[in-house]
């Protein structure tokens, strides 16, 4: 029998059941942010009266296109009315402290939603474990500073505000989740690429104390480089510039989609409006608070993918634009980067997806072996080398986001959420699927008790050695590096 209406803090839900699960869609966890509640952090969601509906998801946060698939356009209503959590649960009734696992969308804080197909993982919660996912304001809309709003803010806080709607999320959950079922005193918050970097944010907040039992980092996480109070700031007063207005007021008066308008980034742009370490709800970048240990006392698990081609110092296009890069940066050095990933012009795609995927994975190793000297807690690292296809034959290896299809058990809906034009298949067959199942019991241990290990599963090692879980179709277990040569090259070049 699954589990009925729910009575929260707020008021009562009903959602729907399907196949043993009961699915509560578009709680609100905080106030609509509009009007003068723009750019202020997330006020308490009003209270109602009577058994609210929720069998329908809430609105994804208006954004601009390209972080996205234009799917999510097609079937998902936009809004900045936009904080709403989703509940998955097996529970028949409350009280069964069940473990909770809390998502945190990617899209490189410009795009996302909670809801895609893609997270959806009823395979994870037939396994006893509650799934939460969530919308939270995302570009200027959730990372706009301005001293106009330091000034305001009792704390002196800004720029955070998509930040401070995470930690609302979890607040609700914490306060709420046990009429799901679930354990308040379990919640495991996982989010991947921007998500990632939530979750590393979250770690290392004065303001999120409690609030969580584990985290997973996938394809993200802590690194170098998030924006100061100054910049954040100056990147404001420009916005009040293109907008035209004269105050933050007249800012707030503007339509969303005229915000969105004069933020749209071109092409190589960088993400202007992301976290900022404030002095309130970030202390310090959280690269730093890593590396020194000053984060949740709690099991952490980090990776990334073979392929991404992302988080690299090095870049380019073209075997030319990239080439040049490469002397830039390697110096004295190009020859030998040349001769260690057979960089030539033939080879180009290929050679700059591993060194970009060699910087990832020893970002996330530095950081974990830093952090496994100073944490209290067992921390893991995994690295993901599935390869998938484009539609038309494309080999494109395992590219960003394609673990997620694996942890969340929706290789059936591979293709329907990824960024525009890069639409994916996979591999259909048996070890593919087989592979999803071993990482979704992999993921569901460590929600359940800060350990991914249990009976049946190779040995997870912790990551303090230098060892990794390698995941592929064909191989599944611990080990160190595999190309020496390159990870020592990479090493040396680190960037601090």
Known sequence: MAIGIVKTASGAVSG???????????????????????????QPAPAWTGVRDCTA????????????????????????????????????????????????HGGGFQGGLG???????????EQGEILVTINYRLGALGFLAHPALT????????????LLDQIAALRWVKKNIRAFGGDPNRITINGQSAGAMSVAALLASPLTNGLYSAA???????????????????????????????SVEEMRALPAEAVLAA???????????????????LREDPYDAFLAGRIGQVPVLIGSNADEGLFAPVNGETFAAFAADAKRYFGEDYDE????????????RR???????????VNIRHVLCALSRVHPCPVYQYYFTEPILLQDGTFVGATHSAELFYVFGTLDVLGGSTVEGDVLEVRKGRPQYQLSAQMGRYWVNFVRRGDPNGPGLPEWRPAGGGEYMHFSANDVKSEQTRRPARVSFIEKHRPD
């Open 337 to 348: 980067f040349c001769a260690l990933y057979n960089f030539t012009e033939e080879n180009f």
């Open 57 to 104: 998801f809430g609105d994804m946060c208006i954004q601009n296109g390209g972080f996205v698939g234009m799917d999510a356009f097609l079937h998902h209503p936009q809004s900045e009315d936009c904080l709403y959590l989703n509940i998955w649960t097996p529970a028949n009734a409350a009280g069964e402290d069940l473990p909770v696992h809390f998502w945190i």
């Open 263 to 281: 933020t749209k980034p071109a092409p190589g742009d960088a993400l202007r409006f992301r976290p900022v370490v404030d002095g309130v709800v």
């Open 115 to 125: 809801d895609e197909p893609l997270y959806q993982g009823v395979s994870l919660v």
């Open 151 to 162: 000034e305001e803010d009792e704390a002196g806080a800004c720029g955070n505000y998509g």
């Open 16 to 42: 729907v059941e399907q196949n043993g699960i009961t699915v509560f869609r578009g709680i609100p966890y905080a106030a609509p942010p509009v009007g003068a509640l723009r750019w202020r952090a997330p």
């Open 216 to 246: 997973i980092l996938q394809s993200g996480g802590p690194r170098p480089g998030t924006r100061t109070k100054a910049e954040a700031e100056a990147d404001g007063l420009a916005l009040q510039n293109a907008l035209g207005c004269a």
């Open 351 to 361: 050679s700059s997806l591993d060194v970009q995927r060699d910087f990832a994975f």
